[in-house]
């Protein structure tokens, strides 16, 4: 959220095919996941950066342009 974008939850449970569809539809910058779904997500990700929680946390912390304001979306969630 800090460089303005938005956060799409996966369900790390919801069959493969679901998450492939939301992953496809949100069409995301990256996947950030935590070290116990690395393989799932880098089957998913294709040319989609993965990274984990750990190595966005080494990330720089400079401020990004910001791009958003109070009417845009913070959070996208699917649900069956």
């Given at each position: 959220?800090?460089s303005?974008?938005?956060?799409?939850?996966?369900?790390?449970?919801?069959?493969p095919?679901?998450?492939?569809l939301?992953?496809?539809?949100?069409a995301?910058?990256?996947i950030v996941?935590?070290?116990?779904?690395?393989?799932?997500?880098?089957?998913?990700a294709?040319?989609?950066?993965?990274?984990?929680?750990?190595e966005?946390a080494e990330?720089?912390?400079?401020?990004?342009?910001?791009?958003t304001?109070?009417?845009?979306?913070?959070m996208?969630?699917?649900s069956?």
């Amino acid at each position: 959220l800090k460089s303005g974008g938005i956060v799409v939850v996966l369900d790390p449970v919801a069959p493969p095919e679901v998450t492939a569809l939301a992953v496809a539809d949100a069409a995301p910058a990256v996947i950030v996941i935590d070290e116990a779904n690395r393989s799932a997500a880098a089957s998913l990700a294709g040319s989609i950066p993965v990274l984990s929680f750990e190595e966005t946390a080494e990330a720089s912390t400079d401020r990004p342009p910001r791009g958003t304001g109070p009417g845009s979306p913070a959070m996208l969630a699917y649900s069956s």
